[in-house]
């Protein structure tokens, strides 16, 4: 790569020149003993520029043998390869550990890749035969080696999610601050003794912590706040002067009774919590966080605080609540249309007028009645309002024909089944309405039309519908008959077991029994 035409060559970007890596050393011991995970910073040519918390599994054992040191080696050219950046990935190496990565950019350049591993996910037991199979293969001292593998740390997906988030937005905050520091060492040339090391890194510490795009939040051992950032007085409206030393429940009242203080102290107790979602009203203001917290440990292992980061999901919450207050509605045009759909057919055949919300209703009462989902029932309502929109190709001299329909006349009344199906299979329902509507004729002896379909082969919802259709036919009157009563149509499916289906038979004779049917 060059500047220009004729220009001299421009190395590639090394981190090393660019970071002051004692301090970002110390930074990462400092994050070590919240995250109790390994956390190493290697550059593209493979040098371990920072690393803190290695396990002895890998320091004693698998770094030193050429063998393993190799699986090692090439876990990291596969963990390394297509990782985009703001992503990271997660992968177990060869010898049984796993590890995660995200890369480290300066500006647009890659430089190097952030990696945490060397632990086990608390959902997965280790595979002690395995590691005792390469204790043997490899040489290694078995009862050292599996006493190494049973201290390496065990933690869940969710907080590896969560961390490996942190450090991703880390891993670029290290990187620009460290090109910061590179181009002000080049004027101030007296920064490179030890002290001023020492507070470059505290700087840089409270760097991240001040510019980070989250809420971060300290407590110490007496639950008091030690360090409150700017994206939470902008996200609470309270400035850390008015909050640091206090309680949670004197800063924030409502904290008192949302169970953050009870996770505190499971903290403190060294648990792993689970990510917390909280309401909160605050001088008039409410909105939602979504909080993750986790010990704080000294270079001992001791737990001093706790340290919680605090994400504002206010506005995705109120983007879910109006996206299923928009479903909603368009569920209650789309019933509307179908209700619509039923009564244009209805319009055409002026003695069925009511037929498809009689049918309706009454499938609604068998299906309840039989015990079905909630949904299922909803499912049945909906296909009986249009059950009959194929009647819409049919002549309406046919439907309203006061004798005897001819063979050609009844042929043409049987393919509203078929029509009707093709009127509605290409609208998106959330249930299959189109074919419960194709099958309402099938009955379970194979008798019906227009598939002739076989028991099983019918959908249940069809069944349902196909027993309600014939008895609210049959109390209603006919350009070709009286109506026959409910008695005579209880009789007619009583007295056909093999065509309808017998548990939606008995549920339909039971609503008659207790006077439940009024059509």
């Not at 090439?74 to 985009?84: F, H, I, K, P």
């Amino acid at each position: 790569m060059t500047t220009g035409e004729g220009a001299v060559p421009v190395r590639p970007l090394a981190l090393a020149e660019i970071i002051d890596v004692p301090a970002v050393q110390a930074l990462m011991d400092d994050f070590y003993t919240l995250t109790d995970l390994p956390i190493a910073v290697i550059d593209l040519e493979g040098r371990v520029l920072v690393g803190t918390g290695w396990q002895d599994i890998c320091t004693k054992f698998h770094r030193i043998n050429p063998e393993t040191l190799a699986n090692c080696l090439e876990s990291d050219r596969v963990l390394t390869q297509g990782v985009a950046r703001g992503e990271f990935r997660a992968y177990k190496c060869k010898n049984g550990l796993s590890d995660t990565v995200t890369p480290l950019f300066v500006g647009d350049t890659h430089v190097a890749n952030v990696f945490t591993g060397q632990f086990f996910y608390d959902d997965e037991e280790p595979d002690i035969a395995f590691f005792e199979q390469q204790a043997a293969r490899y040489g290694f001292d078995r009862d050292g080696y599996l006493d190494a593998i049973r201290r390496v740390p065990r933690v869940s997906h969710a907080t590896v999610d969560a961390l490996m988030r942190f450090y991703i937005r880390l891993a670029e905050q290290i990187a620009q601050v460290g090109y910061s520091n590179r181009m002000l060492s080049q004027t101030v040339e007296d920064l490179a003794n030890t002290e001023s090391k020492l507070q470059e890194s505290s700087q840089l510490n409270q760097q991240v912590i001040d510019g980070a795009r989250e809420g971060i939040i300290v407590y110490g051992t007496d639950m008091r706040y030690k360090v409150f950032n700017p994206f939470m007085e902008t996200l609470s409206g309270v400035m850390a002067s008015e909050v640091l030393g206090k309680l949670p429940g004197e800063a924030f009242p409502f904290l008192m009774s949302a169970g953050v203080i009870e996770n505190y102290e499971r903290v403190f107790a060294g648990e792993t919590t689970p990510a917390a979602e909280l309401s909160f009203e605050i001088d008039g203001r409410t909105g939602w966080v979504i909080e993750t917290s986790a010990p704080l440990r000294d270079a001992s292992g001791e737990v001093i605080g706790v340290i919680a980061t605090v994400q504002d999901i206010t506005e995705r919450k109120e983007a879910g609540a109006a996206l299923l207050a928009s479903n909603e509605r368009l569920e209650g045009v789309l019933q509307s249309i179908t209700e619509t759909m039923g009564k244009i057919v209805e319009t055409r055949d002026p003695y069925t007028q009511g037929h498809e919300q009689g049918v309706a209703r009454l499938s609604r009462l068998i299906s309840a009645e039989m015990g079905l989902p909630a949904d299922d029932v909803d499912a049945i309502e909906l296909a009986a309002l249009v059950h009959d929109i194929g009647k819409l190709s049919v002549p309406a001299e046919i439907l309203n024909k006061p004798g005897k329909l001819s063979d050609i006349e009844f042929s043409l009344i049987k393919e509203h089944s078929q029509s009707g199906y093709d009127l509605l299979k290409d609208i998106d329902y959330d249930w299959p309405i189109a074919e419960i509507v194709l099958q309402h004729h099938e009955r379970m002896d194979g008798s019906g039309y227009p598939n002739a379909l076989y028991a099983e082969d019918i959908s249940m919802a069809a069944r349902v519908i196909a027993v309600a259709d014939v008895v609210e036919a049959m109390t209603s009157h006919r350009p070709y008959r009286p109506a026959l009563g409910l008695d005579a149509a209880i009789a007619e499916i009583s007295s056909h077991p093999g065509k309808y289906d017998a548990d939606v038979s008995a549920a339909c004779m039971r609503l008659h029994e207790q006077g439940r049917i009024l059509l």
